[in-house]
């Protein structure tokens, strides 16, 4: 079975510009979640989208959104690059909300702002 | 803060040998997960252990925790080069996982 996958796997853009990424759940999981990883330190929650709504967001600016479309993927939106946006984007996903599980990573999509 | 932070920071031993980290947390919590994070990969989930628990086993694992000191602690027993990895720990409220904490982790270096 195919786990989480996420597009790009790596790309490189310059300040000010927008960057998409995407991302895939598992099978059957409708809960996705977006994580941002700095070199150094631990990955930082962005947003959760569990059945086309947004169900947490975490301390970032307005110019990071994401939508979760019908087959349960979801796009990561980045507005107006900084460098600072340089980073690890994770993707994870989870069967429900409502019973303690593990959430599962796809590989992860490596952003570089110059 | 539903964080968890990880000590010590970095740990380097010698295969064979055990390797134990920390997990301290703040609030009450409903679980506390452990994932592993190889250089550049995505995370990989370790094992969960529920408030009403004390302690959990998974292979070479063993995870405890106590829920009066707000902290867990990560065993690995008779440790290998492949277990070389950064672990995080995610103290969780709810029982939502999409939500997880992480701290900056416990880089484990394991010679061979």
């Known amino acids: 079975d195919a786990g989480v996958t996420q597009s790009p796997t790596h790309l490189i853009k310059t300040r000010g510009q927008h960057v998409t990424l995407r991302c895939s759940p598992i099978?059957?999981?409708?809960?996705v979640s977006w994580y941002q990883q700095v070199l150094g330190q631990g990955p930082q929650f962005i947003f959760q989208?569990?059945?086309?709504?947004?169900?947490g967001r975490g301390n970032f600016p307005d110019r990071f959104s994401a939508r979760q479309f019908p087959n349960y993927s979801s796009e990561l939106n980045v507005n107006a690059l900084l460098l600072g946006d340089s980073a690890l984007y994770l993707c994870?996903?989870?069967?429900?909300?409502?019973?303690?599980?593990?959430?599962?990573f796809g590989e992860g999509s490596r952003l570089t702002v110059l | 803060s539903q964080q968890g932070e990880e000590d010590p920071q970095a740990l380097s031993i010698q295969e064979g040998e055990n390797a134990t980290m920390n997990c301290s947390y703040k609030?009450?919590?409903?679980?506390l997960q452990w994932y592993r994070q190889n250089s550049g990969r995505g995370l990989v989930h370790l094992i969960l252990?529920?408030?009403?628990?004390r302690e959990k086993h998974s292979g070479r694992l063993r995870v405890t925790l106590d829920t009066s000191k707000k902290s867990s602690s990560l065993l690995i027993t008779a440790s290998r080069a492949a277990d070389t990895a950064s672990y995080f720990c995610?103290?969780?409220?709810?029982?939502?996982?999409?939500?997880?904490?992480f701290g900056q982790g416990t880089t484990l270096q394991v010679k061979p």
């Open positions: 995610a103290p969780l409220r709810s029982s939502n996982t999409g939500k997880l904490i």
């Open positions: 609030t009450s919590i409903n679980n």
């Open positions: 989208y569990y059945e086309k709504e947004e169900r």
């Open positions: 099978s059957g999981h409708k809960s």
């Open positions: 994870a996903s989870s069967l429900v909300v409502s019973v303690a599980g593990e959430l599962f």
């Open positions: 252990i529920r408030s009403n628990e």
